[in-house]
């Protein structure tokens, strides 16, 4: 739920193609965003959102980035982006 997901497709890449929710996942990702964030603005259940990023990263169409926990404690930066996020939802 926190891991950041990026884009790998190029802006001009055609992406006309694929689905239309592989579509609005690589638009919301030409920003970093969380998987929470991502399934908040497409108003779909984080469940759904989550197979989808994992089917559209073993594909190659975006980049999943685990946070690194120091020693069992999330990352305060990490945690106030995604608040950040929120806020502006």
């Not at 197979?51 to 999330?74: F, N, T, Y």
């Amino acid at each position: 739920m926190e891991a950041l997901v990026s884009s790998v497709t190029s802006e001009y890449q055609d992406i006309s193609l694929l689905s239309p929710e592989y579509q609005a996942i690589i638009q919301l990702t030409r920003n970093v965003r969380s998987v929470a964030e991502i399934s908040a603005l497409l108003r779909q259940p984080l469940g759904v959102v989550r197979v989808l990023i994992a089917d559209m990263a073993s594909e190659g169409l975006i980049r999943v980035h685990q946070p690194s926990l120091d020693e069992g404690k999330p990352d305060l930066n990490l945690l106030e982006r995604v608040l950040s996020g929120l806020r502006r939802l």
